[in-house]
Protein backbone atom coordinates (compact mmCIF):
# COMPACT_ATOMS: atom_id res chain seq x y z
CA UNK A 1 0.00 0.00 0.00
CA UNK A 2 1.56 3.28 -0.68
CA UNK A 3 2.21 5.78 1.69
CA UNK A 4 -0.64 8.61 2.52
CA UNK A 5 0.47 12.28 1.22
CA UNK A 6 -0.77 15.25 2.47
CA UNK A 7 -0.12 18.81 1.19
CA UNK A 8 0.03 21.72 3.36
CA UNK A 9 -0.09 25.75 2.97
CA UNK A 10 0.16 27.08 6.63
CA UNK A 11 1.89 30.63 7.53
CA UNK A 12 4.80 30.65 8.35
CA UNK A 13 5.13 34.20 10.76
CA UNK A 14 4.58 34.67 14.22
CA UNK A 15 5.69 30.85 14.78
CA UNK A 16 3.64 29.34 12.55
CA UNK A 17 6.47 27.64 10.99
CA UNK A 18 7.35 25.86 13.72
CA UNK A 19 3.97 24.67 14.25
CA UNK A 20 4.25 23.28 10.70
CA UNK A 21 7.25 21.55 11.84
CA UNK A 22 6.00 20.05 14.97
CA UNK A 23 2.75 19.02 12.71
CA UNK A 24 4.92 16.94 10.20
CA UNK A 25 7.16 15.87 12.49
CA UNK A 26 3.96 14.13 14.32
CA UNK A 27 2.17 12.82 10.75
CA UNK A 28 5.55 11.01 10.18
CA UNK A 29 5.12 8.66 13.26
CA UNK A 30 2.00 7.91 12.12
CA UNK A 31 3.45 6.83 8.53
CA UNK A 32 1.83 9.86 6.86
CA UNK A 33 4.23 12.57 4.39
CA UNK A 34 4.13 15.82 3.91
CA UNK A 35 4.66 18.20 1.24
CA UNK A 36 4.90 21.42 2.27
CA UNK A 37 4.84 24.95 0.65
CA UNK A 38 1.93 24.69 -1.69
CA UNK A 39 1.11 27.94 -2.46
CA UNK A 40 -1.90 27.35 -5.33
CA UNK A 41 -0.83 30.72 -6.20
CA UNK A 42 2.04 28.80 -8.18
CA UNK A 43 0.03 25.68 -9.43
CA UNK A 44 -2.17 25.38 -12.85
CA UNK A 45 -4.57 23.33 -14.05
CA UNK A 46 -4.93 21.68 -17.38
CA UNK A 47 -6.39 18.58 -18.67
CA UNK A 48 -8.07 16.67 -14.73
CA UNK A 49 -4.82 17.83 -12.87
CA UNK A 50 -4.04 20.75 -10.63
CA UNK A 51 0.04 21.01 -10.85
CA UNK A 52 2.21 21.94 -8.65
CA UNK A 53 5.97 21.97 -9.26
CA UNK A 54 5.75 18.65 -11.01
CA UNK A 55 2.92 17.18 -8.49
CA UNK A 56 -0.87 16.32 -8.95
CA UNK A 57 -2.46 17.54 -5.98
CA UNK A 58 -5.58 15.89 -6.93
CA UNK A 59 -3.99 12.31 -6.14
CA UNK A 60 -3.06 14.04 -2.86
CA UNK A 61 -5.35 12.12 -0.03
CA UNK A 62 -5.80 15.39 1.74
CA UNK A 63 -4.63 18.80 1.50
CA UNK A 64 -4.57 21.59 4.26
CA UNK A 65 -4.92 25.42 3.87
CA UNK A 66 -4.30 27.40 6.74
CA UNK A 67 -2.82 30.71 5.59
CA UNK A 68 -5.24 33.96 5.77
CA UNK A 69 -2.66 36.68 5.38
CA UNK A 70 -1.24 35.58 1.40
CA UNK A 71 -4.81 34.49 0.24
CA UNK A 72 -5.86 35.25 -3.34
CA UNK A 73 -8.98 34.81 -5.63
CA UNK A 74 -6.75 32.15 -8.50
CA UNK A 75 -5.79 30.33 -4.77
CA UNK A 76 -9.15 30.54 -3.31
CA UNK A 77 -10.67 29.14 -7.35
CA UNK A 78 -8.28 26.57 -7.17
CA UNK A 79 -8.64 25.72 -3.52
CA UNK A 80 -12.74 25.01 -4.62
CA UNK A 81 -11.53 22.93 -7.94
CA UNK A 82 -9.57 20.66 -5.50
CA UNK A 83 -11.82 20.31 -2.87
CA UNK A 84 -14.17 18.33 -5.65
CA UNK A 85 -11.74 15.22 -5.37
CA UNK A 86 -9.74 16.01 -2.66
CA UNK A 87 -10.55 16.15 1.84
CA UNK A 88 -9.39 19.27 2.45
CA UNK A 89 -9.40 21.11 6.44
CA UNK A 90 -11.15 22.90 6.00
CA UNK A 91 -13.48 22.23 3.61
CA UNK A 92 -14.06 24.79 0.57
CA UNK A 93 -17.95 24.81 1.49
CA UNK A 94 -17.10 25.76 5.36
CA UNK A 95 -14.42 27.71 3.90
CA UNK A 96 -16.51 30.01 2.11
CA UNK A 97 -19.19 30.11 4.50
CA UNK A 98 -17.47 31.44 7.45
CA UNK A 99 -15.52 33.98 4.78
CA UNK A 100 -19.01 35.85 4.86
CA UNK A 101 -20.61 37.55 7.78
CA UNK A 102 -24.01 37.73 6.07
CA UNK A 103 -24.34 33.78 5.48
CA UNK A 104 -22.45 32.82 8.77
CA UNK A 105 -24.66 35.10 10.48
CA UNK A 106 -27.95 33.94 8.52
CA UNK A 107 -27.22 30.18 9.18
CA UNK A 108 -26.56 30.91 13.04
CA UNK A 109 -29.57 32.69 13.80
CA UNK A 110 -31.68 29.99 11.60
CA UNK A 111 -30.17 27.32 14.05
CA UNK A 112 -31.05 29.05 17.28
CA UNK A 113 -27.58 30.72 18.00
CA UNK A 114 -27.72 34.33 18.89
CA UNK A 115 -25.52 36.77 16.61
CA UNK A 116 -25.95 40.54 16.64
CA UNK A 117 -29.12 41.85 15.39
CA UNK A 118 -28.28 42.42 10.96
CA UNK A 119 -29.74 43.80 8.00
CA UNK A 120 -28.73 43.17 4.45
CA UNK A 121 -29.95 45.48 1.68
CA UNK A 122 -29.36 45.94 -2.16
CA UNK A 123 -27.52 49.27 -2.55
CA UNK A 124 -30.39 50.86 -4.44
CA UNK A 125 -32.18 50.55 -1.13
CA UNK A 126 -29.63 52.70 0.83
CA UNK A 127 -32.92 54.60 2.35
CA UNK A 128 -33.26 51.25 4.51
CA UNK A 129 -29.76 52.52 6.53
CA UNK A 130 -31.54 55.59 7.15
CA UNK A 131 -34.44 53.85 9.12
CA UNK A 132 -32.02 51.20 10.71
CA UNK A 133 -30.33 53.82 11.91
CA UNK A 134 -33.07 55.60 13.59
CA UNK A 135 -34.36 52.37 15.15
CA UNK A 136 -30.69 51.02 16.33
CA UNK A 137 -28.82 54.80 17.14
CA UNK A 138 -25.56 52.52 16.77
CA UNK A 139 -24.39 50.26 14.15
CA UNK A 140 -21.49 48.84 12.36
CA UNK A 141 -20.87 48.83 9.11
CA UNK A 142 -18.83 45.32 8.28
CA UNK A 143 -17.60 44.18 4.26
CA UNK A 144 -18.77 40.50 4.28
CA UNK A 145 -15.61 39.38 2.83
CA UNK A 146 -13.33 41.28 5.14
CA UNK A 147 -11.32 39.82 8.18
CA UNK A 148 -8.86 41.17 10.97
CA UNK A 149 -11.25 44.31 11.42
CA UNK A 150 -10.74 45.97 8.45
CA UNK A 151 -13.11 48.17 6.68
CA UNK A 152 -15.32 47.80 9.93
CA UNK A 153 -16.82 51.12 10.35
CA UNK A 154 -18.52 52.05 13.54
CA UNK A 155 -21.81 54.29 12.64
CA UNK A 156 -23.21 56.68 15.64
CA UNK A 157 -24.94 59.26 13.90
CA UNK A 158 -27.11 60.28 10.96
CA UNK A 159 -24.07 62.69 9.87
CA UNK A 160 -21.66 59.43 10.00
CA UNK A 161 -24.06 57.44 7.55
CA UNK A 162 -24.18 60.12 5.22
CA UNK A 163 -20.35 60.58 5.02
CA UNK A 164 -20.23 56.69 4.48
CA UNK A 165 -22.38 56.53 1.46
CA UNK A 166 -20.79 58.33 -1.39
CA UNK A 167 -17.85 55.76 -0.42
CA UNK A 168 -19.21 52.61 -0.30
CA UNK A 169 -21.20 53.73 -3.86
CA UNK A 170 -17.54 54.59 -5.14
CA UNK A 171 -16.52 50.68 -4.48
CA UNK A 172 -19.67 49.32 -6.36
CA UNK A 173 -20.68 47.23 -3.50
CA UNK A 174 -24.20 45.56 -5.02
CA UNK A 175 -25.27 45.11 -0.96
CA UNK A 176 -24.77 46.51 2.32
CA UNK A 177 -24.35 44.69 5.72
CA UNK A 178 -24.80 46.13 8.95
CA UNK A 179 -24.89 44.62 12.70
CA UNK A 180 -26.74 46.48 15.59
CA UNK A 181 -23.73 47.84 17.79
CA UNK A 182 -23.87 45.83 20.93
CA UNK A 183 -23.00 47.58 24.23
CA UNK A 184 -20.01 45.65 25.02
CA UNK A 185 -16.76 45.76 27.68
CA UNK A 186 -14.58 46.55 24.40
CA UNK A 187 -13.40 42.41 25.10
CA UNK A 188 -14.04 39.56 23.30
CA UNK A 189 -13.22 35.46 24.00
CA UNK A 190 -11.35 33.96 21.04
CA UNK A 191 -12.17 29.59 21.60
CA UNK A 192 -10.21 27.10 19.19
CA UNK A 193 -12.18 24.69 18.38
CA UNK A 194 -10.77 21.66 16.28
CA UNK A 195 -13.00 18.43 15.13
CA UNK A 196 -15.98 19.35 17.39
CA UNK A 197 -13.58 19.14 20.66
CA UNK A 198 -12.70 22.26 22.71
CA UNK A 199 -9.10 23.50 22.64
CA UNK A 200 -8.70 26.67 24.44
CA UNK A 201 -10.04 30.11 25.15
CA UNK A 202 -7.95 33.54 25.24
CA UNK A 203 -9.48 37.16 25.44
CA UNK A 204 -8.42 40.47 22.91
CA UNK A 205 -9.36 43.24 24.33
CA UNK A 206 -9.48 46.60 22.26
CA UNK A 207 -7.24 49.59 22.91
CA UNK A 208 -8.22 52.63 24.51
CA UNK A 209 -8.84 54.76 21.38
CA UNK A 210 -10.55 52.07 19.44
CA UNK A 211 -13.40 49.40 20.21
CA UNK A 212 -12.23 46.68 17.50
CA UNK A 213 -10.83 43.47 19.68
CA UNK A 214 -8.63 42.44 16.55
CA UNK A 215 -4.80 42.55 17.30
CA UNK A 216 -4.29 43.69 13.64
CA UNK A 217 -6.57 46.38 14.89
CA UNK A 218 -4.49 47.28 17.85
CA UNK A 219 -6.55 44.94 20.30
CA UNK A 220 -3.87 43.31 22.90
CA UNK A 221 -4.35 39.56 24.01
CA UNK A 222 -5.01 38.31 27.70
CA UNK A 223 -5.82 35.47 29.55
CA UNK A 224 -9.00 34.45 29.67
CA UNK A 225 -11.20 31.40 31.36
CA UNK A 226 -14.45 30.65 29.38
CA UNK A 227 -17.32 30.17 31.14
CA UNK A 228 -19.03 26.62 30.13
CA UNK A 229 -21.69 28.43 28.28
CA UNK A 230 -19.23 30.23 25.91
CA UNK A 231 -17.64 26.84 25.20
CA UNK A 232 -21.19 25.38 24.85
CA UNK A 233 -21.82 28.60 22.13
CA UNK A 234 -18.41 28.00 20.31
CA UNK A 235 -19.00 24.21 19.20
CA UNK A 236 -22.56 24.62 18.36
CA UNK A 237 -21.37 27.41 15.83
CA UNK A 238 -18.34 25.50 14.91
CA UNK A 239 -20.38 22.82 14.53
CA UNK A 240 -23.13 24.35 12.20
CA UNK A 241 -20.55 26.20 9.91
CA UNK A 242 -19.20 22.54 9.47
CA UNK A 243 -15.48 23.94 10.17
CA UNK A 244 -12.84 21.37 11.59
CA UNK A 245 -10.59 24.05 12.92
CA UNK A 246 -12.77 27.19 14.19
CA UNK A 247 -11.85 30.35 15.76
CA UNK A 248 -15.02 31.37 17.54
CA UNK A 249 -15.08 35.02 18.95
CA UNK A 250 -17.70 35.70 21.42
CA UNK A 251 -18.89 38.93 23.47
CA UNK A 252 -21.06 39.12 26.27
CA UNK A 253 -24.27 41.77 25.21
CA UNK A 254 -24.58 43.82 28.38
CA UNK A 255 -28.07 44.84 27.70
CA UNK A 256 -29.64 41.86 26.46
CA UNK A 257 -27.20 39.78 29.09
CA UNK A 258 -26.77 37.09 27.43
CA UNK A 259 -23.38 35.91 24.80
CA UNK A 260 -23.78 36.77 21.76
CA UNK A 261 -21.22 34.86 18.49
CA UNK A 262 -19.52 37.62 16.96
CA UNK A 263 -17.37 35.95 14.05
CA UNK A 264 -16.59 32.37 13.39
CA UNK A 265 -13.32 32.08 11.83
CA UNK A 266 -11.83 29.60 9.62
CA UNK A 267 -8.24 29.97 10.08
CA UNK A 268 -7.82 31.09 13.60
CA UNK A 269 -4.20 31.50 14.60
CA UNK A 270 -1.87 29.71 16.73
CA UNK A 271 -0.79 31.27 19.62
CA UNK A 272 2.47 33.03 19.01
CA UNK A 273 5.92 32.39 21.27
CA UNK A 274 5.32 35.61 22.72
CA UNK A 275 1.94 34.32 23.92
CA UNK A 276 2.90 30.94 25.11
CA UNK A 277 5.24 32.89 27.30
CA UNK A 278 2.26 34.79 28.86
CA UNK A 279 0.49 31.40 29.44
CA UNK A 280 -1.46 30.33 26.21
CA UNK A 281 -0.71 26.72 26.37
CA UNK A 282 -2.89 25.58 23.59
CA UNK A 283 -0.76 24.64 20.97
CA UNK A 284 0.71 21.15 21.81
CA UNK A 285 -3.17 19.98 22.15
CA UNK A 286 -3.97 21.71 18.94
CA UNK A 287 -1.47 20.57 16.93
CA UNK A 288 -2.47 16.73 18.06
CA UNK A 289 -6.41 17.18 17.21
CA UNK A 290 -5.31 17.97 13.96
CA UNK A 291 -2.73 14.91 13.26
CA UNK A 292 -5.96 12.77 14.84
CA UNK A 293 -7.92 14.30 12.22
CA UNK A 294 -5.63 13.94 9.12
CA UNK A 295 -4.79 10.77 10.29
CA UNK A 296 -8.40 9.70 10.27
CA UNK A 297 -9.39 11.73 7.20
CA UNK A 298 -6.62 10.39 4.73
CA UNK A 299 -7.29 6.77 6.40
CA UNK A 300 -10.53 6.93 4.81
CA UNK A 301 -9.84 8.78 1.81
CA UNK A 302 -7.02 5.58 1.10
CA UNK A 303 -9.66 3.35 1.71
CA UNK A 304 -12.45 4.95 -0.99
CA UNK A 305 -9.66 5.24 -3.48
CA UNK A 306 -8.86 1.51 -2.83
CA UNK A 307 -12.15 0.35 -3.48
CA UNK A 308 -12.95 2.48 -6.40
CA UNK A 309 -9.85 1.05 -8.27
CA UNK A 310 -11.35 -2.61 -7.49
CA UNK A 311 -14.49 -1.00 -9.40
CA UNK A 312 -12.63 -0.33 -12.25
CA UNK A 313 -10.59 -3.56 -12.32
Excluded at 4 to 27: A, C, F, H, P, S
Excluded at 113 to 135: F, G, N, V
Excluded at 253 to 261: A, G, I, L, M, N
Aim: proline content about 2%; overall charge positive.
Amino acid sequence: MSKRKVGMWLYQNGGGDKIEQKIVTKLKERGIESITGINLRQAIAKNGHILYNGIKLDKLDLFLSYNAGEQTQYQMYLYKALNHVVPMINSYEAFELTEDKFQTAFLLRHHKIQTADYKLCHRDDSHHLQSIMEKWSKMVYKPTDGWGGVGLTKIENKETLDMLMPFLNQMDLRYFYVEKFIDYDNTDYRVDIVDGQYVGCYGRKASSNDWRTNVTSGGSVFIREPEDTVIELALKAAKVTGLDIAGVDIIYDRKKEEYVVLEVNGIPAFATPEQEKMGLNFNDKKIELIVDLIDRKTKKQKSERRKEERRKK
